[in-house]
Structures are given as C-alpha cells and as structure tokens.
C-alpha cells in the first residue's frame, strides 16, 4: 500500500490491556511505521512493563515510541499529545492510527482501512463489544443490523472516534489537534464535529473490525431523558462541561442551545432532588452548564480527581 502509518495508543494503569493492544498491532497483516505509546503517568507500573516487554524501541519491525507523561492529562491531553508528536515528526506520516488501550484491532484492520484511504481522510472500523461479537459496542445495535446500513461494505457518515480511527496526514493538517484541556468525555466527539464541519465526513469499514468494550457509562433515565451520572465528582462535572461545550460548538441556532442547557438543569435538578439528593452535585451540575457554555476549562482543579 505504500502509506506511512503511525499509531497512537493512550494508556492510564491498565498494563494488562496495554499488553493485548500492542500485541494485536504487533500481529497486523499491514504494520504502522512506528506506534506512540502515549503514558499518563500510570501507577501500576505500566513504565517498567514497557521496557521488560521491548515497547520502547525496534520490536516485530515497529518502533516503539514510548512517552511518559508526567501527569496525567486525560485520554484528551494523551490523543493531543500522541498526535502532535507524529503529526510534527521528521518522518511524515501519511496517515495516523487514534485508539485507547483497552482497544483489540483485528489482524486485517489497519490494511482493510487502508484500502479506501485514497477515497477517503476519515475512515473507521466496525467496533464490536469483547463481551459479544455479535453487538456494537457503542451502539445499540447487533453487529447483522448495523451491517443491513452498508453500501458496498461501508456506512457512511459513522464512526466511533479514536477508537481505531484512521485519520489523513490532509485532514490533521485541516483540523489541528483534540483539546487537550477537555480531558475526557467529549473530546471525541469534538474532533468529530470539527472533522464533518471542515467537510471530512467519517465512514466505516465494516471488514476492519476492532474489539472493544461495551459502553460502560450508566445513563438512568433521570427525569425524562437519560444522562450519564458518574459516581466520581470530577467526572460529573467534565462530563456536563463538555456536553454542553460541544452542543454550543456545532448547534446552529442559539435557540437549540437555550433549549438543551435548560433541559440538563430540568434533568439533573431532578435527580439529586428526588432521587440521589445531593446540594454539592446540583452545584457542580450548575458550574459545569457555566464553564460549558463559556468555553472555560480552566477549572477542573477545583474538584479532586480521585
């Protein structure tokens, strides 16, 4: 095929996911050039697995680049970082390979994507749930329904970003970098936005397959819709903040922006009135519809990440 591919894989103290990721790249019938092992600062000793295991340098003809963050920035700070750091590299990729570490690629997946990167900058596998190939991982959908939506073995304007992504060396020189300071939850769906925005519509390839783990977010039905309600503060908090900052980002009219701010007051006010009574989070809820709304993350020191 030609193409210089580099990967870009994020991790945070989940060493034996790492392990299964990075031998699944290893075994690729199409390798990437190289892969970015993109570490933010895990404690599990993920660092001295790396070196014992050889992913930090030449390893089944890949090279293995590992960085070592000295905080962690979140799976958003860890795809800006991994990203940037092969978009600018000497070697000029053509393409870039986003997945998280808990991600499974199929042999065949990088040279299945790779067999339409002509046609198209923004091409995606078929994730499947590792508990049951036969569903969608992110959708609620079974693996025959979803494919009953393909033309010619693709579904057009579809993709589960940074999930096994194949993005062109046009597109990140088009679109830039993810916000790193969104951190996680809705960075994906930023890129994404911005990516359709610029005119670089998403398509999946059903025959690249990539194994991943079923949606484990929990959206009860709050009041009338179903929200995600993390347990954690700060990730209630990001996940509200970054909702809101991406409705903002790409609703054309004001008035729809108005409409779903006030629906995630209705939604959340009533859960932790009535249902998980909680004067702090309702707090945190408000803050974060605030910080959304102007574009502010300057503020997720305020509450505890633990």
Known sequence: MGKKVAAIVVTYNRKELLAECQSAICAQEFKPVCVYVIDNASTDGTDEWIKENGYDGLKDSIDFRYVRLPENIGGAGGFYTGLKMAHEAEDKFDAFWLMDDDGVPDKAQLRNLLAYSDQYDYLAPLVVAKEDNTRCAFYDYSVDEFESMAIDGLIPNEANPFNGVL????????????????????????????????????????????????????????????????????????????????????????????????????????????VEPSCQKKRIVFRALYDGVTGDFSRMNFIDKK
């Not at 009860?220 to 954690?232: D, N």
């Open 167 to 274: 993005y062109s060396r046009r597109l990140v020189d088009a679109i830039g970098y993810p916000i790193k300071e969104m951190f996680i939850w809705g960075d994906e769906t930023n890129y994404n936005g911005r990516c359709i925005k610029a005119g670089y519509k998403p398509v999946i390839v059903l025959k690249a397959v990539h194994v991943h783990p079923k949606d484990r977010q929990i959206r009860p039905k709050l009041y009338k819709k179903h929200y995600a309600v993390p347990e954690q503060n700060w990730k209630l908090y990001v996940y509200v903040r970054n909702t809101i900052y991406n409705i903002k980002s790409f609703s054309i009219h004001t008035r729809h922006v108005a409409k779903m701010i006030y629906i995630l007051m209705r939604e959340y006010a009533y859960y932790y009135t009535f």
